[in-house]
């Protein structure tokens, strides 16, 4: 999804993560920090983001790393950042379920199109249609579509 997430700084992920989330992802950090060299290593990433009650797959993880160009160790604002592109892209995620549900529903949605069309946009920046389509298909790749997801993909990314 971007790089939007690796370039928030410390006050916009305060913004994102609450309170509660922040405070729980800095304490993970800490217990795997046990020197207290103020990094970890990348392998520790599954076993945080279980202590925080995430699952993810192998692969979902070694995209989290990638998308934040981690190599070998991670500090702390590159766990936050994490964190806080993780909540970015669940939120989004919700968004496009959402939003195709009452296209179905309904025939068009174009409150919740646009909204997610400007979601797509602020989370990529330059966003070609292919890309928004392929972002589209991943948000809802554990939800029944219909045939009808086609037409709501050209809806969306205005093919």
Known sequence: MG???SQLDSNQIEIILSPDELRRSTNAFYVFDQAGLGEIEIGQIARMMQGLGHTFSYT???A???KAKIKRTFTLNQWLQMQARRKIEMQFKEKVVDAYKDFERCGSS?????DVRETVASLEGDLSPARAEEILRESVKDEPVSPRFNEFIKVVVGK
């Open 60 to 62: 979902e993880i070694r």
């Open 3 to 5: 790089n939007k997430a």
């Open 64 to 66: 989290m790393i990638e």
């Open 110 to 114: 174009k409150m919740s199109l646009t």
